[in-house]
């Protein structure tokens, strides 16, 4: 798409508009984010190129869209983890919203109030406003995750199991075992109890359902569950094969689950804890 016409996120207004619709007015970021690329009819070969960042260039886009969507008042911000509609976004007749249209108003209104305006060709390569404030350690933990050995990262991938609550996590990664790198076992409680197999893939691009097929085809017989692990993502096809019916249930974590499970388990990662001022608190003793 030329930049005239403006850059290839707009194609993701009316989709991110309509599947907010279909769940209530309100979702997490990774459903939106999915339903909005099988809206749109993204290709898997698309979704599987990755900006300089390493990051998904589709998915970069359809958060860069919904950006675009708060600026322009379709969107709700105020909940961290939470994408939503305003009454505007709610009523508005999807017909009636122009892309290109929403697009030029934004850069047009952010330019006269100091706002910044980055240009349209560079946005597919920087993360969205909202991904920034991420960046000092969530980007890092990412660069030092992809710099592992292959070894590393299936050791690392061992720790964040066992912290996890699994049991007798162990190594396999033998040449020849199918793409199999570990095994362990889930007690559910003291009666049941799962085998699984996991599968490490340290890279930046996109699983396909073709790698998932394969790991379920190496683990047939073998375990209960299966778990794909990767530093990137997963395609749309590929989240579909995880959890076709009829077959082990393969469950797939991309890096951004990773992020989160070092935050939560605080692997890696020191917190600091920091406080607001709430100034009107303090008006009740001004009188």
């Given at each position: 798409m030329k930049i005239a016409k403006g850059p290839e996120?707009?194609?993701?207004?009316?989709?991110?508009?309509?599947?907010?619709?279909?769940?209530?007015?309100?979702?997490?970021?990774?459903?939106?984010?999915?339903?909005?690329?099988?809206?749109?009819?993204?290709?898997?070969?698309?979704?599987?190129?990755?900006?300089?960042?390493?990051?998904?260039?589709?998915?970069?886009?359809?958060?860069?869209?919904?950006?675009?969507?708060?600026?322009?008042?379709?969107?709700?911000?105020?909940?961290?983890g939470i994408w939503s509609l305003t009454e505007l976004g709610r009523t508005i007749a999807l017909p009636t919203v122009d892309p290109l249209h929403v697009f030029k108003t934004v850069q047009k209104t952010r330019a006269k109030t100091g706002g910044e305006t980055t240009l349209a060709k560079d946005l597919p390569d920087q993360p969205a406003p909202e991904e920034e404030e991420l960046i000092p350690h969530r980007i890092r933990i990412l660069e030092l995750v992809r710099a592992l050995p292959p070894d590393g990262f299936e050791r690392l991938s061992q720790r964040l199991l066992r912290e996890s609550g699994f049991q007798h996590v162990s190594i396999t990664g033998r040449s020849g075992d199918g793409g199999i790198d570990g095994i362990?076992?889930?007690?559910?409680?003291?009666?049941?109890?799962?085998?699984?197999?996991?599968?490490?893939?340290?890279?930046?691009?996109?699983?396909?359902?073709?790698?998932?097929?394969?790991?379920?085809?190496?683990?047939?017989?073998?375990?209960?569950?299966?778990?794909?692990?990767?530093?990137?993502?997963?395609?749309?096809?590929?989240?579909?094969?995880a959890r076709r019916d009829g077959v082990p249930p393969i469950e797939l974590v991309d890096g951004e689950t990773l992020l989160e499970m070092f935050e939560k388990l605080e692997l890696g990662v020191v917190p600091k804890h920091s406080f607001d001022v709430d100034e009107r608190f303090f008006d009740e003793f001004q009188k």
């Open positions: 996120f707009v194609r993701f207004f009316l989709p991110i508009l309509s599947t907010l619709r279909e769940s209530g007015a309100a979702g997490t970021p990774g459903e939106i984010v999915d339903r909005s690329i099988e809206l749109a009819g993204i290709s898997e070969q698309e979704q599987l190129v990755v900006n300089k960042n390493g990051q998904s260039r589709i998915r970069n886009q359809v958060h860069w869209a919904r950006q675009y969507l708060v600026w322009a008042g379709y969107l709700d911000s105020s909940r961290r362990g076992t889930l007690q559910v409680n003291p009666f049941v109890s799962f085998t699984v197999l996991f599968q490490c893939k340290r890279y930046k691009g996109a699983v396909t359902p073709s790698q998932v097929r394969d790991f379920r085809g190496a683990m047939m017989g073998r375990a209960d569950k299966g778990i794909i692990i990767t530093t990137g993502t997963f395609t749309l096809e590929a989240k579909k094969e």
